[in-house]
């Protein structure tokens, strides 16, 4: 009963903590900031900066909150504020100070996992401006599933190495 009663309080914790991060994020960081758009043109160089030593001709277009990354002349993909990851990294972080129970080393793993999230990121943006590039009609279906299942597979198991090396901890 103890358990069942942790488990519900913190589930709670995470459903406020993430309800409050969209609130914020929606209502003061998009309409007030550039964070948005920061993130994006980092995400647009470093995507561009790859696409380039393979080769390839690139071009970007600048809109505000999106830009497009095109290849060779052919129309491009669209990162916008959806496509920056920043609500992954929320999702990401929420989950880990809600469910760490020791809080040593936390910032060691947000650091890090944020990084890695993002990298992950870039390389998604790298393969879709490839695949629609050169097999455009495979660009939804690699979009919404293949990229969606591999980004929070690695939230998955940043947070299972995390968890894991807390387990250790407390056998040790």
């Not at 519900?8 to 459903?15: D, E, G, K, P």
């Not at 030593?53 to 497009?68: A, K, R, Y």
Request: proline share 2%; net charge neutral.
């Amino acid at each position: 009963m103890l358990l069942k009663q942790h488990l519900s309080r913190q589930l709670f914790i995470l459903i406020v903590s993430y309800s409050s991060w969209l609130l914020l994020y929606n209502s003061l960081l998009i309409p007030f900031t550039f964070l948005d758009e920061w993130v994006i043109h980092i995400l647009v160089v470093t995507s561009c900066l790859i696409l380039s030593i393979l080769g390839l001709e690139v071009s970007t277009n600048q809109g505000v909150f999106f830009q497009s990354i095109a290849i060779d002349d052919y129309p491009g993909v669209v990162i916008s504020h959806h496509c920056d990851a920043l609500s992954v990294i929320a999702i990401f972080i929420i989950v880990l100070c809600v469910f760490s129970h020791q809080h040593r080393f936390l910032w060691r793993y947000i650091l890090s996992g944020s990084v890695i999230i993002q990298f992950v990121n870039v390389i998604r943006i790298v393969c879709l401006s490839l695949i629609f590039r050169f097999h455009p009609e495979w660009l939804k279906f690699n979009h919404d599933y293949t990229f969606t299942i591999l980004v929070y597979g690695v939230v998955v198991l940043i947070w299972w190495w995390r968890f894991r090396s807390l387990d250790k901890a407390q056998l040790s």
